[in-house]
């Protein structure tokens, strides 16, 4: 790019935007066919998913609140990833931070800011092929447990149906359980394909992160013939996740605050740095095995607090009315209730 085209670009307030799409104005952005756009991930954003118009569409947050991504590559006509699975699977970050970038700036783009209080939810990765789960990888959480430190991460898994949201509801399966439990979990999202790679790269193939709760049956997981893991773990509803994630540039995973609250009672605080096989470790170790995709999320295990870890003259099990709310640093708080 010369120095002419540079200086007016700055004047018309779009040097950011041209930095952002590989060198192009915001009108050749608006030509260019989709399968020549710049791939890679999003950086500096506050992602969500919304429910909108009948279905779920990208949203970020910003200082002027939170923008509806297809509403405003409508208005500014630029091409941008309508869904978190577009952005996630078409590594569509470029674009993304070229519309936002473009947005703020513009007065067209005006109609696309909603308030964040009038916005519904979805989960915040509507889609993931794959949801991985680790058991057991709080050191403090093992000892509540009385259970030894494992020598490799224990894997289980959830499945769509127990997808979630902020502001959302479990509706609780009274009829086959009765002791339900909290688990406040750091997800990772991943964003590149990821397959045998090392620890040392591992944390490059993560999009973002962001807030969970591995909601569990205890008495079907642990007491059940069998020991029904997949049962105690992956009934509807039992995957809430969000607000927000945010993208893998702005976080540092192995040394976040997490908590969460009942009622506004505090029963799990720590800190990721407590984690027994950090997130570098756990990508690491399930690309032995499985192929992670784009969009696939990983919950990373849960600190000590939970009710399982109390004596048993002490537990006393979730039940409906209860209201959930459980935090991340910089990663914000995941409300729900139980029904």
């Known amino acids: 790019m010369d120095q002419n085209r540079r200086d007016f670009l700055k004047k018309a307030g779009l040097l950011a935007t041209v930095a952002a799409t590989g060198g192009l104005t915001v009108a050749e952005a608006q030509t260019k066919p989709p399968q020549a756009q710049a791939r890679g991930m999003a950086r500096g954003l506050t992602l969500l ?17 939170i923008l509806d991504v297809p509403e405003a590559a409508k208005l500014l006509k630029m091409q941008a990833p309508g869904t978190m699975d577009e952005l996630l699977t078409k590594e569509a970050g470029p674009g993304l931070n070229a519309l936002v970038t473009a947005a703020l700036k513009s007065k067209a783009a005006e109609k696309a800011f909603l308030k964040e209080d009038t916005v519904k939810y979805g ?50 399966p009274v009829a086959v359980s009765t002791k339900f439990d909290y688990e406040v979990e750091l997800v990772i999202v991943m964003g590149k394909e990821a397959k045998n790679v090392s620890e040392a790269d591992a944390l490059s193939y993560v999009a973002g992160y962001c807030t969970g709760n591995d909601f569990s049956s205890r008495d079907l997981q642990l007491e059940a013939p069998g020991k029904q893991w997949m049962l105690g773990k992956t009934p509807d509803g039992f995957a809430p996740l969000g607000p927000y994630m ?21 029963r799990q605080s720590s800190n990721t740095n407590d984690l027994i096989f950090n997130c570098r470790q756990l990508i ?22 939970v009710i399982a870890g109390y004596p048993k003259e002490k537990q006393v099990w979730l039940k409906a009315g209860d209201k959930l709310a459980c935090s991340l640093e910089k990663l914000g708080e995941l409300k729900f209730d139980l029904v």
Do not use: W
Not at 290 to 297: E, F, L, Q, R
């Open 246 to 266: 945010v993208t893998a540039d702005q976080i540092d995973p192995d040394n976040l605050k997490i908590e969460c609250r009942v009622n506004g009672e505090t």
């Open 49 to 65: 998913t919304m429910q909108r118009n009948g279905e779920y569409r990208l949203g970020v947050k910003t200082d002027k609140g």
């Open 284 to 305: 690491a170790f399930v690309s032995k095995f499985v192929t992670m995709k784009p969009g696939d999320i990983i919950f990373t295990g849960t600190p000590e607090g």
């Open 123 to 172: 989960p915040v990765i509507p889609r993931p092929e794959k949801i991985i789960c680790i058991g057991l990888n709080y050191r403090k959480h093992a000892k509540e447990v009385g259970m030894e430190e494992p020598s490799q991460p224990i894997l289980f898994n959830k499945y769509n149906n127990a997808l979630n949201f902020h502001n959302g509801s479990i509706k609780l």
